[in-house]
């Protein structure tokens, strides 16, 4: 059973970057599909992007207008989300997420229950 653990989280400003990651344990990540949720307090968690478990096919929400980018490094263990030109909307807890598919389509990886492993979640908080 793989384990999750996110990093990279923290206090920004309107405008700047971030960088989170998720590293894995107790498994290999070329076995998974991976997503980044996130979840403001109050809402429903939501999808933030999608990678394949090869790395060739990625999805964001359209929310995002271009400004994440997510990558994997199967040899690292790791998955990445790059995070430019931060709004306070962006606020939230960050969560990665093995799914349950190694061949998850893109179609249907902003379904949160496409997932069964999840990590503890980093918190991104951005002030205006």
């Known amino acids: 059973q793989v384990q999750l653990v996110e990093s990279g989280g923290g206090l920004m400003q309107a405008g700047d970057s971030l960088r989170l990651s998720c590293a894995a344990s107790g498994g290999s990540l070329s076995n998974y599909a991976m997503g980044w949720f996130r979840q403001a307090p109050g809402n429903e968690r939501e999808f933030v992007a999608f990678?394949?478990?090869?790395?060739?096919?990625?999805r964001y929400a359209d929310s995002l207008e271009g400004r994440f980018t997510i990558s994997r490094d199967n040899a690292e263990n790791t998955v990445v989300l790059q995070m430019n030109s931060l709004k306070p909307e962006d606020t939230a807890l960050y969560y990665c997420a093995a799914a349950t598919s190694r061949f998850l389509r893109p179609q249907k990886s902003s379904s949160p229950y496409e997932y069964n492993y999840w990590g503890q979640g980093t918190q991104v908080t951005v002030s205006s």
């Open positions: 990678i394949s478990w090869s790395g060739f096919t990625t």
